[in-house]
Nanobody, 115 residues
Framework: QVQLVDSGGGLVQAVGSLRLSCAAS????????MGWYRQAPGKQRELVAR???????IFADSVRGRFTISRDNAKNTVYLQMNSLKHEDTAVYYC?????????WGQGTQVTVSS
């Protein structure tokens, strides 16, 4: 089974930047898709960005142009570089990986953007 550990959250001011990291361990050879979701208070968990092993990426409309997802396949690590942060980006961010048909999740890391 794949295990995910995400980290890098914190408190920043608007227009600041953060970089989140997610390290995978376990049955890492079964991983293809990795990505990031977030959940703000009172809202459903939503997709932020997704990275495919072949190199393609997708982004939510709300973060496109501000966030970048990158992946180091050799290190089994995915990153989310968040720039020009807004107060609306405040949420718990969760790393995600698809192992077969099962979703695997990190424990979540809090990102808080002050106004």
């Amino acid at each position: 089974q794949v295990q995910l550990v995400d980290s890098g959250g914190g408190l920043v001011q608007a227009v600041g930047s953060l970089r989140l990291s997610c390290a995978a361990s376990g049955s890492i050879f079964s991983i293809d898709t990795m990505g990031w979701y977030r959940q703000a208070p009172g809202k459903q968990r939503e997709l932020v960005a997704r990275s495919f092993r072949a190199g393609s990426t997708i982004f939510a409309d709300s973060v496109r142009g501000r966030f970048t997802i990158s992946r180091d396949n050799a290190k089994n690590t995915v990153y989310l570089q968040m720039n020009s942060l807004k107060h609306e980006d405040t949420a718990v961010y969760y790393c995600n990986a698809l192992e077969g048909t099962l979703q695997r999740w990190g424990q979540g890391t809090q990102v808080t953007v002050s106004s």
